[in-house]
């Protein structure tokens, strides 16, 4: 497994994180935050587990798993509100393109495992 990409799933999860930190919270963006943390996180955790020798089939399945994640994340991000708020629509709309091609990094890299 490529170190870069590792990285980069990394950064994802600190992006996803630091832009939620910013949210408002109410009673809608609170369960959002909850599941957009998760998967996003779970994106570079799926694929840190992909790299450990233990077999091609798990090492596909746990592809799977981490681009099943940036679907997720694409969906959470898709449903937190930014009430209007420029600067935070703008960094949601980044997040989403960067999981749009996480999402088909991973779809390439099954690709070629099968």
Partial sequence: ?????????????????????????????????????????????NYIEASDDLGKLDEKMKIKISRREAKESIHWLDLILTYENNELEREKLQLIDEAIQIKKILSAILKKLE
């Fill in 1 to 45: 497994m490529s170190q870069e990409l590792e990285d980069r799933f990394h950064n994802f999860g600190k992006r996803v994180r630091d832009f939620c930190l910013n949210l408002k919270r109410d009673i809608i963006n609170t369960e959002y935050i909850r599941q957009l943390i998760r998967s996003s996180g779970s994106v570079g955790g």
